[in-house]
Structures are given as C-alpha cells and as structure tokens.
Nanobody
C-alpha cells in the first residue's frame, strides 16, 4: 500500500502563488507516476499535472505556463508550484500515485483563490 499526505493549500489572491507538497510512504517501489488532480464544486475531478518515474511531465492546458511540477526522489515527495493563480483554480487538490496495480489518493487540500 501507498499512503499520500498533502500540504500547502490555503487562501491566496488572484495572481498569487502557492506550493503544494505531497509525501509518499509505504510501498513506494510500486509507484509509476505521481501527480495532482483537482475537483471544484459541482465539477468532475481533473488532472492538473503528472510526473512519471522517468521524469516526463504532463500538464492540463489550463495550467500550462503557470504551474510547475517537481520531485525529490530521496524524500519521496512531489511539489506543485502554482503561480499566477486565477479564480478558476479554486478547488480541492488531490495528490495521486499511479501504481503497478491501481492508484492511491491523498486526503486533499483546499486551494481558494479569492480577492
């Protein structure tokens, strides 16, 4: 099993920045990719950014150029740096680990962009 713990959410004004962190523990050898998804009220959960074990990254079109994704393999952590935040970035952000069999999710962290 893999456990994921997120941190770093909060309230920020439009144009501001936040960094989300996710720490993985447990059977980390089974992780093929890690990333972030988000779910806004009344909407489906959507992929934000993913990084594979080989280091390849993918981003949703809506965040390209504003969000970056990085990882620290020694600490089993991934980071989502969010810049130029917009009102529509408001959502609960979930860390995800894609495993050899199935996936794991964190508990979610709220990001609110508001003036």
């Amino acid at each position: 099993q893999v456990q994921l713990v997120e941190s770093g959410g909060g309230l920020v004004q439009p144009g501001g920045s936040l960094r989300l962190s996710c720490t993985a523990s447990g059977s980390i050898f089974s992780i093929n990719a890690m990333g972030w998804y988000r779910q806004a009220p009344g909407k489906q959960r959507e992929m934000v950014a993913v990084i594979t074990s080989g280091g390849s990254t993918s981003f949703a079109d809506s965040v390209k150029g504003r969000f970056t994704l990085s990882r620290n393999n020694a600490k089993n952590m991934v980071y989502l740096q969010m810049n130029s935040l917009k009102l529509e970035d408001t959502a609960v952000y979930y860390c995800n680990a894609r495993l050899r069999a199935g996936s794991a999710w964190g508990q979610g962290t709220q990001v609110t962009v508001s003036s």
